[in-house]
């Protein structure tokens, strides 16, 4: 019982120590363990009685760019947003964890949260990891939303990945390089090299295509990470799930950071099953793709 009382306050003093001094956001902070890792994740201060929501974070990131689209829903959720084991503020799994372990990972996140089911909102890596997540959970997931999926062949190889990130750069609000760049050094050379290959390794497209709940698609018409819209179309119409694409003109990669009022309104009415409309008061125009247009 001593030793249990020890680590509990060993874990305690680490986690106080690695806590932001500021908080980014109006979500509230916490802590918990999975898996013996502490992880670090954001949560509606209030929970609601609503169906949750939780926001997975891309490549060498945390959850903090995430958090623009994430609070404008914390009301209307029960909104989560955790940084996965090795990535932001959580501690590293003794052994690196590819994009099933992941998966499996944010599953046991949200049985320590009591969330028996939620629907996933994920950005470029994050995307996969829902992928798999439902692939591994389906009773669990509710309804996907990829935006900008990234990891299968176009951001091939390792160089090209870096180059389209490079030029993404210079494509996102410049307050999104105070999030990126202390994430991505935090992550690490060596973390890069590992996740790179194990999302190479990832069959993205067929897990893509094995879903079977309703998913909604979002990318930016200025995104290097990702195809011409036009590519994604002939993807997503090749699904047998209810797929809706939307492009965000004059977006990048990061759009929960970037166009989080224009991607919150397209959530809203993904959730209620309501056509995509574009909210004239944000940045960005929102359109909704025919998947199967008539010829």
């Keep these: ?26 979500l509230a902070e916490r802590w918990t363990v999975i898996d013996g890792v502490d992880v670090f994740y954001r949560e509606s ?3 609601p009685d609503e169906p949750a929501m939780v926001h997975l ?5 945390s959850g903090r760019y995430l958090l623009p689209t994430a609070e404008r829903l914390a009301d209307e959720f029960h909104t989560v947003v955790p940084d996965l084991p090795g990535f932001g503020l959580s501690w590293r799994a003794p052994r690196a964890l590819d994009v099933p372990g992941l998966a499996r990972t944010a599953a046991r996140f949200l049985d320590d949260r009591g969330i028996e089911s939620a629907t996933l909102v994920g950005n470029s890596m994050g995307c996969p990891v829902i992928c798999e997540f439902a692939y591994e959970f389906p009773e669990r997931v509710d309804r996907a939303v990829l935006v900008s999926p990234a990891g299968g062949r176009f951001n091939q190889p390792l160089l090209g990945a870096i180059t389209q990130l490079a030029r993404d750069g210079g494509r996102e609000p410049k307050q999104m390089m105070r999030v990126a760049v ?14 790179f290959r194990a999302l190479t390794r990832y069959p993205t497209l067929r897990r ?7 998913t909604l698609v979002v990318v930016g018409d200025r995104d290097p990470l990702m195809p011409p819209p036009i590519a994604v179309r002939e ?5 047998d799930t209810p797929v809706v694409l939307v492009v965000i003109e004059g977006a990048a990669h990061a759009i929960n ?15 209620a099953d309501e056509p995509i409309v574009d909210d ?3 940045p960005g125009v929102a359109r909704e793709i025919d998947l199967h247009p008539q010829s």
């Design 57 to 61: 974070h891309g490549f060498g990131l």
């Design 1 to 26: 019982m001593a030793a249990m009382a020890a680590d509990d306050t060993a874990a305690s003093r680490r986690q106080a120590r690695r806590t932001p001094k500021r908080r980014a956001s109006s």
């Design 208 to 214: 893509l295509l094995d879903l079977r709940i309703p």
């Design 182 to 195: 202390p994430d991505y050094l935090r992550f690490g050379l060596s973390s890069t090299f590992r996740m």
């Design 45 to 47: 201060p209030d929970i």
């Design 280 to 282: 004239p008061d944000a």
């Design 257 to 271: 950071f970037s166009h989080p009022d224009e991607l919150a309104n397209v959530i809203r009415l993904f959730m």
């Design 235 to 239: 993807v997503a119409a090749q699904a």
